[in-house]
T-cell receptor, first 114, second 113 residues
Framework: KNQVEQSPQSLIILEGKNCTLQCNYTVSPFSNLRWYKQDTGRGPVSLTIMTFSENTKSNGRYTATLDADTKQSSLHITASQLSDSASYICVVMAGGTSYGKLTFGQGTILTVHP | DAGVIQSPRHEVTEMGQEVTLRCKPISGHNSLFWYRQTMMRGLELLIYFNNNVPIDDSGMPEDRFSAKMPNASFSTLKIQPSEPRDSAVYFC???????????FGPGTRLTVL
């Protein structure tokens, strides 16, 4: 069964600190992996999309890594800001005959305190 | 562009009533997605369209749910009859194609009493 597991479920850090969120998946065949940021009361916003051949992708202070061999991804946030407080969702798109099918993680809720 | 537009933003209805949610995708986008989000189940893909054609509706919970996309600039998600367990936030998203970045609307918060 295709699954996406995220850890931790929630995380509290102080402003200015770095943090790393984890995503493990079993989706096969694999097409791409996406990280979304969702602020409370708003729709998700795409941070990165990574395909099989991409190991690292950055978007400002957000850096995503992908290890397609171990089926793991991480999202690293540098010098956190209060506005980084949100839910971060990992989503994996299947390939092959299941192309386009999305499997969602439950999300990591990040709280940044001043 | 104004982004993905959804209406209404909030809907409160009684069990058994018909509910229609509306979505206007970003102009030029060929793929449209309907999602449901609850605390218990997180974000779930209900159905998606490519060039106005439904491609995968395996996420639609049951026959009470139906979705249409009569043209490239409009889609509806209908629940008939509605039940309290349908209470959730429903998001519409669009993208240039299935593999591209998806842009989400603000969502419709549905409460079924």
């Amino acid at each position: 069964k295709n699954q996406v597991e995220q850890s931790p479920q929630s995380l509290i850090i102080l402003e200015g600190k770095n943090c790393t969120l984890q995503c493990n998946y079993t989706v096969s065949p694999f097409s791409n992996l996406r990280w979304y940021k969702q602020d409370t009361g708003r729709g998700p916003v795409s941070l990165t999309i990574m395909t099989f051949s991409e190991n690292t992708k950055s978007n400002g202070r957000y850096t995503a890594t992908l290890d397609a061999d171990t089926k793991q991804s991480s999202l690293h946030i540098t010098a956190s800001q209060l506005s980084d407080s949100a839910s971060y969702i990992c989503v994996v798109m299947a390939g092959g005959t299941s192309y386009g099918k999305l499997t969602f993680g439950q999300g990591t809720i990040l709280t940044v305190h001043p | 562009d104004a982004g993905v537009i959804q209406s209404p933003r909030h809907e409160v209805t009684e069990m058994g009533q018909e509910v229609t949610l509306r979505c206007k995708p970003i102009s030029g986008h060929n793929s449209l997605f309907w999602y449901r989000q609850t605390m218990m189940r997180g974000l779930e893909l209900l159905i998606y369209f490519n060039n106005n054609v439904p491609i995968d509706d395996s996420g639609m919970p049951e026959d009470r749910f139906s979705a249409k996309m009569p043209n490239a600039s409009f889609s509806t998600l209908k629940i008939q009859p509605s039940e309290p367990r349908d209470s959730a936030v429903y998001f519409c998203a669009s993208s240039f194609s299935v593999r591209n970045e998806q842009f989400f609307g603000p969502g419709t918060r549905l409460t079924v009493l």
